[in-house]
C-alpha cells in the first residue's frame, strides 16, 4: 500500500468522522500537514467552525480560523478520503452499558461512501473486539467491500485531555494498531505525522482497545480510593489534604487527590471494560466498587453542604446556595457527564435549588443536559452558601473581599463555603471565620 505517499503529496485525504474536543483537534493537526475532511452530522457545529469558532477551546477562534480543513456535514464529501478517522464519543445508557450507537452510526456513514483502498481507524473508546466484531461488519454491508481485500481496520485509542495545554496530542505517545502488519506500518506512518512523541505500536487491535479501557479505570480505581479515605477521614474529623499532603512526602506516592469523577472517560470507560468481563462470565470485584464509589460523591458532597448549613444555623429549604462550575473538569466548557449534576440532584431532594454560575460553560448544553440555567456572576447576591465544584481560574483566583461580596449580611461564622476541589487558601478562609468545609 502507498496510501502515506499519496496523503503527502496530497493525491489523497484523510477524513475525521466527529469534530468535538478530540476529533477537531485531530483534524486541524493533520490539515497542517495533509488535506482534510472534517465531517459532523451536527450542522450548527459545522456552521460555527466554518465562522472561525471553536466551542470546545481545546484549538481556539484563531487555530480555525487558520487551518484548512473542510469542515462538512455532507457525508458524500467522504468519498474523497482514502484514510477515514472515526472520533465519535461512546457514551453509557441509563442502566451503565455501552451505547455504541454513535460508532455504529458512524461507521454505516463511513460504510455508504467507502472506496476501494481505504484504511478506517477508529479513535473511540469501546471495550476489545468492538472494532473487528461489531464495526467491521458495518463496514462491509454498507459498502458492499470486503474488508482485507478491498480495505482494512485499526485502532488508535484518543489520549486527549480536554482543556489541558500542557499534555496536547502532539506529546502523548499514541496507540496505534492495525488487522495485519501492513495496515499497522501505514497507520503508524500517517500518525508519525503529526504525533512528536512518537507511536507505540499494539501487536493487536483488541490490544490496543483493551489499554485505552484499562489506562481511564486504573485511575479511577485510584480516585476512588482517595474519596473512599476523604469519607472517613470526614467522620474522624481529619482534613484529606493534610493526609495526602504528608503523604506525598514518599518518593513512590501516585499523588492522587479526592474528587468528583466525570467526564467522557474516566467515569465511563471503566463500564465498558466491565459489560464485556461479564458477558465472558466473570463479575467485577475491584473496577465496579470503585466506580460505585465515585458516583456516589456528588450526593456525598450534597450531604456535607446540608449539615453545614445546619450547624450554620440556617434553615434548609430557606437556604440559598450557590454552585460555581457546572463543567466536569476545570478550564473546559466540557459538561458531558458531570458529576456536579448529581450535587444539584441530591439538593433538590432537601428542597433546595441551587444557583449555578459557570464562566466556562456553554449556557445552551447546561440547559439540554441538566436542565440548568446558568446565571451570570454579576447576578449572585445574598447567598448562604458557595460550594466551589470546579477548579476555573476564575474560581481560584478569587479573593476573600470578591468571595464575601456573593454572601448575604451576616456573621462569617454563618456563611458556608464547600471547597470541593480544594483551591481555595483554608488558613485564611478558616482565619476569617467561614463555616468551611473541603472534600
Known sequence: MTLFNDLINKKEKI??????????????????????????????????????????????????????????????????????????????????????SPVEGASAIIGRNLTKGSIV??????????????????????SGLKCGVDFKVGYSPERINPGDKVHRLENIIKIVSGMDDESLE??????????????????????????KVVENSQRDINIAFMNELAMVFDRMGIDTNDVIEAMNTKWNALKFYPGLVGGHCIGVDPYYFVYEAEKLGYHSQIILSGRKINDDMGAFVADAIIKNLIIANKIVKQAKVVILGITFKENCPDTRNSKVSDIIKRLNEYGIEPIVVDPQANILDAKQEYGVKLVAFDEVENADCLVFAVSHDEFKNMTIEEIDKLFKECPNEEKVIVDVKSILNKSEIKKSGYKYWSL
Open 15 to 100: 477524513s475525521v468522522v466527529g469534530l468535538g474536543y478530540v476529533g477537531m483537534p485531530i483534524a486541524v493537526a493533520f490539515a497542517r500537514k495533509v488535506d482534510v475532511i472534517g465531517f459532523d452530522l451536527n450542522k450548527m457545529k459545522i456552521g460555527l467552525y466554518k465562522s472561525g469558532i471553536d466551542p470546545t477551546n481545546e484549538v481556539g477562534n484563531e487555530g480555525i480560523k487558520q487551518t484548512t480543513v473542510d469542515f462538512t456535514s455532507d457525508e458524500t464529501k467522504l468519498q474523497e478520503a482514502k484514510f477515514h478517522i472515526v472520533a465519535v464519543p461512546t457514551p453509557i445508557n441509563a442502566d451503565k452499558t455501552p451505547d455504541l
Open 186 to 211: 501505514e497507520i503508524s506512518k500517517v500518525y508519525e505525522l503529526v504525533i512528536e512523541a512518537g507511536v507505540h505500536k499494539a501487536s493487536s487491535i483488541k490490544v490496543a482497545e483493551a489499554a
Open 121 to 142: 481507524v477508529y479513535e473511540s473508546t469501546v471495550y476489545p473486539g468492538v472494532t473487528e466484531d461489531i464495526c467491521i461488519p458495518i463496514l462491509e454491508k454498507e
